[in-house]
C-alpha cells in the first residue's frame, strides 16, 4: 500500500539557517515542503477547524487555471457549502485520515489515495468524523461548460486503479488517471505519475497545459525551463503554459506525483 507525505506542523527551530530550495520564476514555481509551516496557513469562509495551505492561485505571470490547496480539517470539522462558486469544479484526494464526502446526495468515506470530483454547481459536503486529522488536496478549476456534455460526481481510490504504462519505458513510468479521459464532459485530468529508479521523461514537454504538481512520495530532480531542481515527497511544484519540463528519477524508491493539468477546451480568443 502506498504512503503519501503528510506536511509537518510546527515551525522550524530558531537555529535552523534559512537557506531553503523556494524558487519563483515566471515559468514555474516550487513551494518545498519545509515552507508549508502553520504560519502560512490561511482559514476559509464556511469551513469549521480547518486550516488550509494554499499552493496555487491565478496570477500574472504564473499558472492562471486553477486553484490548489492542501487542508488539514480536526476531527468534527468540515464545510456544509465547500464551494462558494456555483461555476467551479473540485477535485479531493486524500493523504492522510479520513474525509467523510457527500456530493448529490452520494456519501464515501475517502481514505489515503481516495478522491472525490464534485462538478459545477453540485451540493456537496466534507466532514471530518474520525479521531485524528485528515488532510487533503483540494482542486479548484472555473468549468468550461461544453453543450451536450455533462460532468458527473466521481469517486475512488487510486491504489484500487489499474495504471497505464507510458509507451517504450517497460512499465516504469506509468500513470494513474482519476477522471475520465475520453469523456470531454471533464476539462481537466487528475493523475498519479509514478517512476521507478532510473526512469525519466526523456525529452523536454512543452506544451500549452498548465500543471500542479505535489510530489507525494520519493525525490527526483526535475528539469524546468532549464534549470534542474531538485524535489522530493512534500515538494510542490506549479508550471505555467508552456513551461519546458522533464525529470529524471534517481531513487532508491518510487517516485510519485498528484498532477493537475488542462484540456479538452477550444482556446478563447
Request: overall charge negative; aromatic content about 12%.
Amino acid at each position: 500500500m502506498s504512503k503519501y507525505y503528510s506536511n509537518p506542523a510546527g515551525l522550524p527551530p530558531q537555529t535552523d539557517l534559512l537557506t531553503d530550495r523556494a524558487i519563483v520564476t515566471e515559468a514555474y514555481t516550487v513551494i518545498p515542503r519545509g515552507v508549508l509551516r502553520d504560519i502560512v496557513t490561511s482559514v476559509l469562509p464556511d469551513w469549521d477547524k480547518t486550516a488550509v495551505w494554499v499552493l496555487n492561485r491565478p496570477v500574472a505571470g504564473g499558472a492562471t487555471t486553477f486553484a490548489q490547496y492542501l487542508m488539514e480539517v480536526a476531527p468534527q470539522g468540515g464545510s456544509r457549502k465547500p464551494e462558494a462558486q456555483d461555476t467551479v469544479e473540485g477535485f479531493v484526494f486524500v493523504v492522510d485520515g479520513e474525509l467523510t464526502v457527500t456530493i448529490e446526495g452520494e456519501t464515501r468515506i475517502l481514505a489515503p489515495g481516495g478522491f472525490a470530483y464534485a462538478p459545477a454547481g453540485a451540493d456537496w459536503s466534507v466532514r471530518n468524523d474520525g479521531e485524528a486529522p485528515a488532510k487533503f488536496h483540494w482542486i479548484r478549476k472555473a468549468y468550461e461548460a461544453l453543450e451536450g456534455y455533462t460532468a458527473k460526481p466521481v469517486f475512488g481510490n487510486e491504489q484500487e486503479l489499474e495504471p497505464h504504462p507510458m509507451p517504450d519505458t517497460d512499465n516504469k513510468w506509468r500513470t494513474t488517471r482519476m477522471l475520465p479521459v475520453d469523456d470531454l464532459a471533464y476539462d481537466m485530468h487528475i493523475n498519479i505519475v509514478t517512476f521507478e529508479p532510473g526512469a525519466s521523461i526523456p525529452f523536454a514537454e512543452t506544451h500549452v497545459m498548465e500543471h500542479g504538481l505535489y510530489v507525494l512520495e520519493g525525490k527526483a530532480v526535475y528539469r524546468l525551463n532549464g534549470d534542474w531542481v531538485e524535489v522530493q515527497e512534500g515538494d510542490y511544484m506549479s508550471l505555467r503554459a508552456f513551461c519546458p519540463q522533464a525529470c529524471y528519477a534517481g531513487g532508491p524508491g518510487n517516485f510519485r506525483y498528484l498532477l493537475y493539468k488542462d484540456v479538452n477546451r477550444q482556446i478563447r480568443l
